[in-house]
DNA sequence: CATCCGTGGAC
DNA sequence: TGTCCAAGGAT
């Protein structure tokens, strides 16, 4: 496509100068570091990932074979704190899966769990350099916006996104497009001044209408009754089955309260799609119910999510 | 195509 | 405090 040839030229530029080359999933070519990056990275800030996972994660886990051979709740307490366990599931099962190496083809790629049509796009690019766009949300953005499109389906956007794509510098183009949606073309105050695609963009009269605003339902708030039972030193807990939270440890919930017990405090925690809202009871039985015991220096080992670890918080303080 | 799936930072 | 949202994918 001759069309963008300018276009690109000024987006390498901007992204020589201006682009996050520091960042240690682009100092590297290993399949494995470039494929983990981009599971951590879905729906998750750069901050994050790179303050308080890639380093502790890849300590413990330097290689995809080293995942196969650990467990599914080894690889959840490595990815605990990062949230949308499943990511660490299907990682878990990809690992096995491939036998030590990641097949090199985005078609191949995108058969593994875990892994659509993007990140297979990002790791083909980013470690075997196949000629793909990508569209994660910073690309989506910049294209609602240099094509002026309120609303457009995926399909649409992949076209969108084939169509402004650098086939002959993917690597840098996938990469300096993911920087610019960051730095440059943000959601809430975007700096058309500064960016390398201006002149050619439709829609940078007025950036803040594209895309057009989802309407976002009110989130539900669920009222829990958290149990906590003690034999002994240890606490009882299950392991969560299902999408939500699965292999995670987790104090007993209830929806009605129990006839007996000490009420020990409040928690409360929103997640993606509802928020709870919970009474922590100390409670002296708990029928029908598959219990594990630990210890709170054993619970240190499991996989638990954010709310459990303030309803352990507060157990741990009750206890001294 | 709509819904489910966590967490924490910015404002 | 409430709201938005951040390198998506599975169902």
Known sequence: MKRYETLH??????????GRHDLPW??????YRIYLSEIMLQQTRVETV???YW?????????????AAATEGEVLKAWEGLGYYNRARYLHRTARLCDGALPRSAAELEKLPGIGRSTAHAIACFAFDEPL???DANVRRILHRFFALDEATPSRLWEAAGELFDAGRPYDYNQAMMDLGAMVCTPKAPECSACPLREGCAGREDPQRYPRPRKRPGIPVRKRQILVLRRGDA???VRNEGRFLGGMWSFPQRIEAPRSGRKIGKVRRTYSHFR???SVWEVKELPDEKLRFFTPAECESLA???LDRDVLKLVKKEMQ
């Open 235 to 237: 606490l009882g807990l």
């Open 304 to 306: 638990m999510s954010a």
């Open 50 to 52: 790179l303050e308080r």
């Open 9 to 18: 030229d000024r987006l390498h530029e901007w992204y020589r100068r201006h």
């Open 55 to 67: 380093g502790p994660f890849l300590e413990r886990f330097p290689t995809l074979s080293s995942v």
């Open 26 to 31: 682009r100092r590297t070519r290993d399949p």
């Open 133 to 135: 766009p990508i569209l």
């Open 276 to 278: 709870i809202e919970g």
